[in-house]
């Protein structure tokens, strides 16, 4: 394993993004606030090890507010700071674009991002309970439990101001 390399998305590249959305994320189709969106359609960043995809983040630009919509890290790189890596890179290319601030959807069992997310400057502001049950019914592929085992039923918003 090299050193890792962060380069904006290129247009070339959805079908590698896309194998490491559908086996981290569940697919490039994310359900949050009652929408499902496709995150290959917005701009993004991806971390390369060499000729290999371990990375992605997709982001929306709206006015005076950006979201990312897409964090995945493969499971084997994950704890290295390339998650970190890309909030950054995408944060920075949000404040180039005027953005003030940087918001997402995670689900409450979602330890790992939340920990990730509240290191890197974002705030919880908005519980969604019941979300995720209602999701299921346009997505009913998302999985009833999370990864350590805790039941997934809410989405929560969290904050990033862009100083």
Known sequence: MGEVEIRALATGETSAAELLLDAELGGRRQARLGEVLDVLVLDGYAAWD???????????HDGDRSE?????????????????????????????????????????????????????GFRLTALHAGAVDR?????????????????????????RPLP
């Open 68 to 120: 990312l919509a897409a964090l995945a890290v493969t499971a084997d790189r994950r704890r290295r700071g390339i998650g970190g890596r890309l909030v950054d890179v995408v944060a920075s290319a949000a404040r180039r674009r005027g953005a003030g601030e940087l918001w997402l959807v995670t689900t409450n069992d979602n330890l790992d991002a939340l920990r990730l997310y509240q290191r890197h």
């Open 135 to 159: 999701a299921r019914i346009t997505k009913p592929t998302i999985p009833l439990l999370g990864r350590h085992g805790i039941p997934i039923h809410d989405e929560l918003v969290l904050v």
């Open 50 to 60: 060499g000729e290999r995809l371990v990375g992605i983040a997709t982001y929306a």
